[in-house]
């Protein structure tokens, strides 16, 4: 967190806690509350369905996964994610594979048929290279014939500029919880910057997490697919499968290993 960002909190009797999003166990909980069920969910479902092996990257508490398995997905599916207090909900199924790490930690080799990223996972990659290396890295784990998905907010409808509110949860107790993006700041390079804060009756400090997310064009995104070996198969501007234009708030790809 910056000095600036800290000293915005000066005047709280104690100084909130910082944390990574979601890395701490109090949250994790609110996240699918945060996050629910929706027709971005239904899009990523269908696909995994019709793929005999699935790797979700960042799949938080593995929503997607634990569904299909109730839906009758009887192959492989592999959840990927670097916050264990997240994997610690999603574990609750056990006929799914839960990895707890970053691409980085992949074993070599062709494995999946189907590569996700959910939820604007893509966003967290901030630079270049760091796109890179990951679009490398789902690449040698995708079968000849393998497919990637996944989404980014379009940055040309500025959708940041509308991120400032709350939102409520309600923790297994009844206790009440409210996040709210506190701040939020364009930066150079397309990142934008949310400082996040969470607070509850029964927390004797709020929490605050601050994050960066970086927004990339679609002709951004297509130049790192054709860098990484992938070629655009689907392009989509909505989760019912609309065209994509300027206007569109999501960029959803899917690709293929070229």
Same mark, same amino acid.
């Not at 990927?80 to 997240?86: G, I, R, T, Y």
């Not at 364009?186 to 400082?195: D, L, T, Y």
């Not at 029964?202 to 605050?208: A, G």
């Not at 070629?231 to 609309?242: C, F, Q, S």
């Given at each position: 967190?910056?000095?600036?960002?800290?000293?915005?909190?000066?005047?709280?009797?104690?100084?909130?806690?910082?944390?990574?999003?979601?890395?701490?166990?109090?949250?994790?909980?609110?996240?699918?509350?945060?996050?629910?069920?929706?027709?971005?969910?239904?899009?990523?479902?269908?696909?995994?369905?019709?793929?005999?092996?699935? #790797?979700?990257?960042?799949?938080?508490?593995? +929503?997607?996964?634990?569904?299909?398995?109730?839906?009758?997905? @009887? =192959? *492989? /599916?592999?959840?990927?994610?670097?916050?264990?207090?997240?994997?610690?909900?999603?574990?609750?199924?056990?006929?799914?594979?839960?990895?707890?790490?970053?691409?980085?930690?992949?074993?070599?080799?062709?494995?999946?048929?189907?590569?996700?990223?959910?939820?604007?996972?893509?966003?967290?990659? #901030?630079?270049?290279?760091?796109?890179?290396? +990951?679009?490398?890295?789902?690449?040698?784990?995708?079968?000849? @014939? =393998? *497919? /990637?998905?996944?989404?980014?907010?379009?940055?040309?409808?500025?959708?940041?500029?509308?991120?400032?509110?709350?939102?409520?949860?309600?923790?297994?107790?009844?206790?009440?919880?409210?996040?709210?993006?506190?701040?939020?700041?364009?930066?150079?390079?397309?990142?934008?910057?949310?400082?996040?804060?969470?607070?509850?009756?029964?927390?004797?400090?709020?929490?605050?997490?601050?994050?960066?997310?970086?927004? @990339?064009?679609?002709?951004?995104?297509?130049?790192?697919?054709?860098?990484?070996?992938?070629?655009?198969?689907?392009?989509?501007?909505?989760?019912?499968?609309?065209?994509?234009?300027?206007?569109?708030?999501?960029?959803?790809?899917?690709?293929?290993?070229?």
């Amino acid at each position: 967190m910056t000095a600036g960002s800290a000293a915005a909190y000066r005047d709280a009797v104690l100084e909130p806690e910082i944390s990574d999003d979601y890395q701490d166990p109090r949250l994790a909980v609110f996240y699918d509350q945060f996050n629910g069920w929706g027709a971005d969910r239904d899009f990523y479902l269908d696909l995994v369905m019709s793929a005999p092996s699935v #790797l979700d990257v960042g799949c938080g508490t593995g +929503a997607i996964l634990k569904r299909a398995r109730e839906r009758g997905h @009887t =192959g *492989r /599916l592999v959840g990927l994610d670097p916050a264990d207090a997240m994997l610690d909900h999603a574990r609750s199924r056990p006929d799914i594979e839960w990895v707890h790490g970053d691409l980085a930690t992949l074993p070599a080799g062709p494995e999946f048929d189907l590569v996700i990223m959910t939820g604007h996972v893509f966003q967290v990659f #901030l630079t270049d290279d760091q796109i890179a290396a +990951a679009l490398a890295a789902i690449q040698a784990a995708l079968s000849r @014939t =393998g *497919r /990637l998905a996944f989404e980014t907010l379009n940055p040309l409808p500025r959708p940041w500029e509308g991120w400032l509110g709350s939102f409520d949860g309600v923790a297994p107790d009844g206790t009440p919880v409210t996040g709210a993006n506190a701040e939020v700041h364009s930066r150079p390079g397309g990142i934008v910057h949310v400082i996040g804060r969470f607070s509850s009756p029964t927390w004797e400090r709020d929490i605050v997490c601050p994050s960066d997310f970086r927004f @990339t064009t679609a002709a951004e995104v297509d130049a790192a697919l054709d860098a990484a070996g992938f070629v655009v198969a689907e392009r989509y501007g909505t989760w019912d499968r609309g065209p994509f234009t300027d206007e569109s708030a999501e960029i959803i790809t899917i690709a293929e290993v070229r």
